[in-house]
């Protein structure tokens, strides 16, 4: 099947035409897959004119259930019983896991060995085979399980029907925020920005992307008009782990290049206050959900002035970091 915009939806990702991008149809397509599958998410209004998109209410804590159920699902049954297959240092990982099992096929996950113990437990209790490997090493071993199991990949980010299922949440936000103005997005690969930026072509709504300082690859990028690979030593030190991606993807890419209007970073004190912020109001943010908010709360008084949504793109914390977030035990600001 062939995407309006030129993309067919099977081609592997090596034979993508980068230039194409997706829109709205092609979002609403996968709404149409994924309803009664991933939860629509409620958006929490925080402060006058700030509300958050809740994805750590998805049923794996995270975004990343939309994409890889879409993905799994325009496959051929056939190929579908071969079995999954995917590199992720977590949630990705943890969602493909879960629609395996709900499809009853296999699942193999590739991990990198500078993921979080809880999050690779996760993927353990839902069935997951799982592959330790070095961080570096995480696309050449996805391949090689793809060749021993005779599975498909389902990569993180970097295909168009795990970019039209991450879509989803721009299209709920446009729908269920009445004179939303802007969208803050937390960026790694750039699925979930890309996806949103589509969702929201031609609607006139702002899509801001957010990542952490230590990895700015995608802010790196958009500022000089080419895409960045930043080292894996400097982007692993980051705590919001869901983020570490060394660059945008081949087809994510281009949709932040001509669909997102600006890219900020936050250093790692921002990103644990605004952990702080939100667990307060009842908002059990990982780092990387969180990066989002300390993005909103990084911009210029006016553009916070505008009617925001930040996406908390999962809540599958870090338990030893978050102890160390809320042991700080000083008054935590209101987003008054």
């Given at each position: 099947m062939t ?9 592997p ?14 979002v ?18 925080l402060a006058?004119?700030f509300?958050?998109?809740r994805?750590?209410?998805q049923?794996?804590g995270a975004?990343?259930l939309?994409?890889a ?8 049954p056939?190929?579908?019983a071969?079995?999954l ?6 949630n ?8 395996a ?5 296999p ?7 500078d993921a979080v113990?809880?999050?690779v437990?996760?993927m353990?209790a839902?069935g997951?085979r799982?592959?330790?490997v070095p ?11 793809v060749a021993?199991?005779g599975g498909?990949?389902?990569p993180?980010?970097?295909h168009?029907?795990?970019i039209?299922?991450q879509?989803?949440v721009g299209?709920e936000?446009?729908?269920d925020r ?9 960026i ?5 920005i ?6 929201l072509?031609?609607?006139?709504v702002?899509?801001i ?9 995608a802010a ?6 080419e895409?960045?690979r930043?080292?894996?030593e ?6 919001a ?13 281009p949709h932040?290049?001509?669909l ?9 004190d921002?990103?644990?206050d605004?952990?702080?912020?939100l ?5 059990p943010?990982e780092?990387?959900?969180a990066?989002a908010t300390?993005?909103w ?15 908390v ?7 030893a970091w978050?102890?160390?977030v809320?042991?700080?035990r ?7």
């Open positions: 995407g309006r915009r030129g993309i067919k939806r099977s081609t990702i090596g034979e993508l035409d980068p230039a194409a991008l997706l829109g709205p149809s092609d609403a397509a996968a709404a149409a897959v994924l309803e009664g599958v991933a939860a629509r998410t409620p958006v929490q209004e006058p004119g509300a958050v998109k994805e750590d209410l049923p794996i975004f990343k939309r994409g159920f879409h993905a799994a699902s325009r496959l051929a056939e190929r579908r071969a079995g297959v995917t590199h992720s240092s977590g990705h990982g943890r969602a493909l896991a879960w629609v099992q709900r499809l009853g096929v699942c193999s996950v590739v991990v990198p060995d113990e809880a999050k437990e996760a353990a839902l997951a799982l592959v330790r961080a570096d090493e995480r696309e050449s071993a996805a391949a090689a399980a021993e199991t498909t990949l389902i993180p980010y970097d168009p029907d795990v039209a299922g879509g989803t299209a936000v446009l729908a009445a004179g939303v103005e802007q969208v803050v997005v937390p790694g690969g750039g699925g979930l890309s996806g949103i930026a589509a969702a072509r031609g609607s006139g702002r899509v992307g957010a990542e952490p300082s230590l990895a700015g690859d790196a990028s958009w500022h000089a008009g895409r960045q930043w080292p894996r400097q982007v692993a030190r980051t705590a782990d869901g983020l570490r991606s060394t660059a945008l993807g081949e087809l994510t890419w932040v290049r001509d997102v209007a600006d890219v900020v970073t936050v250093e790692e921002a990103i644990a605004a952990t702080r912020r667990h307060a109001v009842g908002v943010c780092a990387s959900g990066v300390a993005g709360l990084a911009l210029p008084a006016g553009d916070r002035a505008r009617s925001t949504v930040a996406i793109s999962g809540g599958n914390v870090d338990p978050l102890a160390g809320l042991a700080d000083a008054p935590v600001p209101t987003f008054g």
